[in-house]
């Protein structure tokens, strides 16, 4: 078992910034995935920005620019910087971890609300 825990989210300003932390409690190297997907209300959960097996970075065309994953293989931490924030980045953002047996792991999600 994997677990994730999440923080980081709340209520932003558009235009504002926010980081996202995701702490794995087993090491982050060596797998299939790791990283940040969205769930908007009445819409399904979405890639926002991951690592890939081969330490590759994939970001959603939507945040491309203004939102950047990091890592702290150290802390088995990844981390969504978030800038530029507009209305439509408001949603529950969840960590996922996939070993590379491809063993699945979701974080609790966290809230992130962008409004004036």
């Known amino acids: 078992q994997v677990q994730l825990v999440e923080s980081g989210g709340g209520l932003v300003q558009p235009g504002g910034s926010l980081r996202l932390s995701c702490a794995a409690s087993?090491?982050?190297?060596?797998?299939?995935?790791m990283g940040w997907y969205r769930q908007a209300p009445g819409k399904q959960r979405e890639l926002v920005a991951v690592?890939?097996?081969?330490?590759?970075?994939n970001y959603a065309d939507s945040v491309k620019g203004r939102f950047t994953l990091t890592r702290d293989n150290a802390k088995n931490t990844v981390f969504l910087q978030m800038n530029s924030l507009k209305p439509e980045d408001a949603a529950v953002y969840y960590c996922r971890y996939v070993t590379r047996t491809l063993d699945e792991y979701w974080g609790q999600g966290t809230q992130v609300t962008v409004s004036s």
């Open positions: 087993r090491s982050i190297l060596s797998l299939s995935l």
């Open positions: 690592y890939t097996a081969a330490g590759y970075r």
